[in-house]
């Protein structure tokens, strides 16, 4: 098993994404171009993530295999005198996805896909000097999920999927514990694993050539994960200060609960429209908890509460069939932050985002065909108070964006 796990984790490894909470939607190079607005158009492979009722389209077998490609970048004003500014880590991270659907019979395919609904990757410039490094440093949830479904075709309109999500995710969390005295810091890290399971249903409804509907659902998988915590002196610490000692640990992470619905229509033959709306349960995630195996001198647990609020993401797509081979698309996505401002911190410093996205599909061959988006994403700026006990400053988050390139290669057989 653990061999199995580091080979899915080498190929499919999400190691960062910029998303409202950290929800991931980057599935394919055609879906981001489109703003992820595929729960009810026509079907390729990468419909197993978007809606898996959509691969009753697809005939034969057929591979897809892709990634995403993003940089974000933004800076931390601090407002505190003596205090530095600080920027994100200049970095590029990849959302590599992998698909494979197979016809049953006239009424049943089966597809299965490994992507990732979740992923987190925040980084600063500077650990030892960033002033927010009390609350945290480095957050990262990376995650494969691996997703078979069973799609049935009822009719020529109607198709219904059902499938299970086993989803195994890595956590890991860096803070300082001190007084603010770089003298007297200590580095705080958790690293834990585990896996968690679900189930996803999904349907849609195409009544004309020109107008379909589809909405998928996807369970809350309830996240139980276990690992270590290290702590690293990075200054002189009085010998009565502090009683750590490296531990192991465990704790819970929600992949929340989600419903899609959309509209495809094609006012002509050549372009079809597509609105989607994405309801997201974050309230699930009330409070983050880590759990120490042996006690510390502050208890056996770290408790941060959050209280995020459920959210609406709001995405819309428009592809057009330039020639037989080519297609151009585009997109629009507006997604709301879940993240409560009376709990707002550094490990998830999210506000409302939107992104503008392009892209073209072209099919060179009957077997082969590549697609390729380009999205910008910005965020609005966030302004911190001060909440000393949680090690929060005050500062504004400002110029917070993304360039996020994609690429996609399905061969059908």
């Not at 599935?27 to 729960?39: D, E, Y």
């Not at 959302?95 to 987190?120: A, C, H, K």
């Not at 494969?144 to 890991?172: C, E, H, K, Q, W």
């Not at 006012?267 to 983050?288: G, I």
Request: proline content about 4%; aromatic content about 14%.
């Amino acid at each position: 098993m653990r061999r199995w796990i580091f080979v899915l984790c080498v190929i499919l490894w999400p190691w960062q994404a910029w998303a409202a909470g950290y929800g991931v939607y980057e599935w394919s190079a055609r879906g981001n171009a489109l703003g992820g607005a595929m729960v009810a158009r026509d079907g390729d492979p990468s419909s197993v993530a978007y809606n898996p009722a959509a691969i009753t389209d697809l005939p034969g077998n057929q591979i897809q295999i892709g990634a995403t490609a993003i940089a974000p970048m933004a800076t931390m004003d601090v407002h505190e005198a003596g205090l530095e500014d600080m920027d994100f880590n200049d970095s590029v991270w990849g959302l590599p996805t992998m698909y494979y659907t197979r016809q049953l019979s006239d009424n049943y395919w089966f597809g299965i896909g490994m992507f990732s609904r979740v992923g987190l990757g925040t980084d600063y410039e500077d650990q030892d000097s960033w002033a927010g490094r009390y609350n945290c440093s480095h957050a990262a949830i990376k995650s494969v999920s691996i997703n078979p479904n069973l799609a049935m075709r009822f009719s020529d309109a109607f198709s219904l999927a059902v499938g299970v999500d086993a989803t195994y995710l890595d956590f890991s969390y860096d803070m300082t514990l001190g007084d603010r005295n770089p003298d007297h810091d200590v580095l705080h890290e958790i690293s834990a694993d585990g896996w968690g399971y679900g189930v996803n249903l999904g349907a849609r409804y195409r009544p004309f050539d020109w107008l379909a509907f589809g909405v998928l659902w996807r369970s809350e998988i309830e996240l139980t994960v276990h690992g270590d915590a290290d702590f690293t002196q990075k200054g002189v610490v009085p010998p009565s200060a502090f009683r750590l000692h490296d531990t192991g640990v465990s704790g819970t992470e929600p992949v929340p609960e989600s419903v899609t619905m959309g509209v495809m229509v094609k006012p002509v033959d050549r372009l079809s429209l597509e609105f989607d709306a994405v309801w997201t349960k974050w309230s699930s995630y009330k409070s983050l908890i880590i759990e120490y195996d042996d006690p510390q001198f502050f208890g056996t647990e770290l408790e941060s509460d959050k209280n995020w609020s459920n959210t609406w993401r709001f995405q819309f797509g428009a592809e057009y069939a330039l020639t037989e081979s080519l297609d151009l698309r585009a997109g629009y996505v507006y997604d709301q932050s879940p993240v409560n401002d009376d709990y707002e911190d550094y490990a998830v410093p999210c506000t409302d985002r939107q992104i503008v996205t392009l892209g073209a599909g072209w099919k060179f061959s009957d077997a082969w065909t590549v697609d390729a988006s380009y999205g910008y994403l910005w965020m609005k700026d966030r302004d911190y108070e001060a909440r000393p006990a949680e090690g929060i400053v005050e500062l504004s988050r400002e110029d917070a964006h993304a360039h996020m390139v994609g690429m996609s290669l399905t061969y059908k057989f």
